[in-house]
Nanobody, 123 residues
Framework: QVQLVEFGGGLVQAGGSLRLSCAAS????????MGWFRQTPGKEREFVANIASTGGSTNYGDSVKGRFTISRDNANNTVYLQMNRLKPEDTALYYCAAARWVLSDIRGHYRYWGQGTQVTVSS
């Protein structure tokens, strides 16, 4: 069973940057497609970005395209989300997730989830 832990959230001013990390244990991250999702109270969990197990393909939600970059370091069992030009509407709890078979933007395709890290962007 894979355990995922997110790091790097915090409070930042609009226009600033943050880098989130997701560290995996209990399994080899290189066999999993990885995704980042985010959620605010009262809303559905929203797809942010994903990356194929090999790192050869990435996809982004429309609201973050051109500002966020997902990457991975399989040797260190870690996935990253670089977030630039942050906006107040990016404020959310950010989750990383692992999917064994499908590179997807659908949360139901992800089997393992972290506990989330809070990102707050002030205006």
């Amino acid at each position: 069973q894979v355990q995922l832990v997110e790091f790097g959230g915090g409070l930042v001013q609009a226009g600033g940057s943050l880098r989130l990390s997701c560290a995996a244990s209990g399994g080899t991250l290189s066999v999993y497609h990885m995704g980042w999702f985010r959620q605010t109270p009262g809303k559905e969990r929203e797809f942010v970005a994903n990356i194929a197990s090999t790192g050869g393909s990435t996809n982004y939600g429309d609201s973050v395209k051109g500002r966020f970059t997902i990457s991975r370091d399989n040797a260190n069992n870690t996935v990253y989300l670089q977030m630039n030009r942050l906006k107040p509407e990016d404020t959310a709890l950010y989750y990383c997730a692992a999917a064994r078979w499908v590179l997807s933007d659908i949360r139901g395709h992800y089997r393992y989830w972290g506990q989330g890290t809070q990102v707050t962007v002030s205006s």
